[in-house]
């Protein structure tokens, strides 16, 4: 009986899975080198169909969003106190990606509905969560704005609404431009296919993001080998001072 | 060019970078101030993390400190016996000033206490050496530069005495232990080399010859910055070596045209140059903590960076 019903559920489920996402990424291995001045990521797909699209269907729309890893942190506020302008108020923020982009296909809200932006946390809003302030009287939204605002000044978030190609209803393309200010971790790129504001399928894959060389051998060496990094710094610094010292003494004789 | 630095995890433009260590190498081979009073909060400007800028700081000014030195032991003008009596003094004094920046980091509030630290130090310096310098300059066109006799506090007479023949003076060892471990204090808290303090208290608290000065304030704050550094490497890791060893390109071919500047001027335009230039960040430090901010919001991560 049970095994009937789970087919039951199966059959029921297929017309929403009628159309699915196949997508690919230009890379999933992002190097950071010392020369490293950004990179653009070209994020391309299919919908895959088996059965014509009903007619009067609302039309397709895609989303894309790519964050990276989340840290928690504290955003403060200043005031002014006895003349002076002081860190007064903070507010946590319990997660909150240190890189953020969204690409749509159209103005947001036609791509993805309130409700289903609640669900897969796709906004930049959504994708940020705060918890308890510091003081009683901190309005915790104001605080999250200001990080949403810092943020996109920087280019860390981006909102980039219409800038997803669609063609026939099937291929869809668009680039993702991660700045040169870049941290390192597991980049998630997810990718949504909607109709009428609903989620109708998703992807999701994951970009790695790497120091490599000279810039992974110092992280590396600066957090295990404390120690003989900073020794190594400060004979580094030594031998710098006194050669460029020896350099002008031999230019001017 | 941009230049991605390891540690601090930004991009930044190399010769915007060597730019900056020119400058301070600059000053602190004419001054013997080892710039990190300027150095800070240029690269915090940068857009460095506070936290890197600090420690990558010292660490840059350990080189130009030392190419800074090497020009002015062999022009003779280091007190080296002075150099050790200050340094003693220094590390117990900066031992204790991380104390103190401990106890300050707990209680919160550490930036504006640093910047307070900043003002307060820099207006009383900047302003006392800035009218001192122009007494001076008055007094020597009137009198045709008279040497004027060395002052003798009650303070240098007390036991211990001592002979620092490269300064001339024969004092209690007391009075530079004591400034010594004050400078270690203030550097310690504020991130610096402590020249800033150290060049006006030995001139007007030890009364050391001002051309001697420079080197010696430089001697000692080759180690004060070195132990910094060392202290930034283990507890925080946030010494950038890419960035310091940009900086300090530009850094040690800066301090070696300052030396040369400097002995083509006079004492007192010397003080009077690094009195205006104390003034000028105290002023902009002050005016940042008194004007409204244009972003009153600030974003902290874990890290404290």
Redesign the interface.
């Known amino acids: 009986m049970r095994w009937v019903v789970a087919i039951l559920l199966l059959l029921a489920a297929l017309p929403a899975r009628a159309e699915e996402v196949v997508a690919g990424l230009s890379q999933t291995r992002v190097s950071i080198t010392a020369d490293f001045d950004g990179s653009e990521i070209l994020i391309f797909g299919a919908v895959k169909r088996f059965q014509p699209i009903p007619a009067g269907a609302e039309p397709l729309h895609v989303a894309v969003a790519v964050a990276g890893p989340s840290v928690p942190l504290t955003v403060w506020r200043k005031a002014r106190r006895a003349g002076i302008w002081v860190n007064t108020d903070s507010v946590e923020i319990d997660r909150a990606p240190s890189f953020y982009a969204v690409a749509t296909s159209a103005p947001f809200r036609e791509v993805l509905s309130y409700v289903e932006d609640l669900r897969h946390k796709v906004s930049i809003r959504r994708a940020i969560r705060a918890v308890g302030g510091a003081t009683i009287t901190a309005n915790t939204a104001d605080f999250t704005d200001a990080l949403i605002r810092i943020r996109e000044e920087d280019d860390l978030y981006q909102l980039k609404e219409g800038t997803i190609d669609i063609s026939e209803e099937t291929l869809f393309r668009t680039s993702i431009a991660l700045p040169a200010n870049l941290h390192e971790g597991n980049y998630t790129a997810r990718i949504f296919l909607t109709r009428g504001g609903q989620v109708i399928d998703a992807h999701e894959t994951v970009i790695y993001v790497q120091k490599v060389g000279l810039e992974r051998f110092l992280y590396v060496l600066a957090h295990e080998q404390a120690m003989i990094y900073g020794l190594l710094s400060i004979a580094l610094a030594i031998a710098a001072g006194w050669l460029a010292s020896a350099i002008f003494r031999y230019l001017q004789s | 060019?941009?230049?991605?630095l390891?540690?601090a995890?930004?991009?930044v433009n190399v010769f915007l970078l060597l730019g900056l260590g020119g400058i301070v190498g600059i000053l602190s081979g004419m001054f013997g101030v080892g710039g990190g009073f300027l150095l800070t909060p240029l690269l915090f400007f940068v857009?460095i993390p506070p936290a890197v800028a600090v420690a990558t700081g010292a660490?840059?000014i350990?080189?130009?400190?030392?190419?800074a030195v090497?020009?002015h032991l062999?022009r003779k003008t280091v007190d080296l016996r002075m150099g050790w009596v200050l340094l003693a003094g220094g590390l117990v004094g900066s031992a204790g000033g991380v104390q103190v920046f401990a106890l300050l980091r707990r209680v919160?509030?550490v930036?504006?206490m640093v910047t307070l630290f900043y003002v307060v130090f820099l207006g009383i310096i900047g302003g006392l050496m800035f009218v001192e310098s122009l007494n001076a300059m008055r007094k020597a066109r009137r009198s045709g530069g008279a040497p004027k006799r060395k002052k003798h506090y009650w303070v240098h007479n007390l036991p211990f005495k001592m002979k620092f023949r490269t300064s001339g003076l024969y004092i209690s060892v007391i009075p530079p232990l004591l400034v010594g471990a004050a400078v270690g204090v203030l550097a310690a808290i504020m991130g610096v080399g402590g020249g800033f303090i150290m060049v006006p208290a030995m001139i007007y608290l030890l009364g050391m010859p001002t051309k001697v000065v420079v080197g010696t304030s430089l001697f000692q704050i080759i180690f004060v910055t070195?132990f910094t550094?060392?202290m930034?490497?283990?507890t925080n890791?946030s010494?950038d070596?890419?960035l310091?060893?940009v900086l300090?390109?530009g850094g040690?071919?800066g301090?070696?045209f300052g030396t040369r500047l400097a002995v083509h001027m006079k004492a007192e335009q010397l003080r009077i140059l690094l009195a205006l230039l104390v003034l000028g960040v105290c002023g902009k430090l002050g005016l940042?903590?008194?004007?409204?901010?244009a972003?009153?919001?600030?974003?902290?991560?874990?890290v404290g960076v």
């Open positions: 060019m941009q230049l991605y390891p540690i995890e930004v991009s857009g660490n840059q350990v080189a130009s400190s030392f190419s090497l020009a062999k919160g509030q930036d504006l070195g550094t060392l930034h490497a283990t890791y010494v070596m890419l310091a060893l300090i390109f040690v071919v301090a070696q940042d903590l008194i004007l409204p901010p972003e009153p919001y600030s974003i902290k991560d874990a």
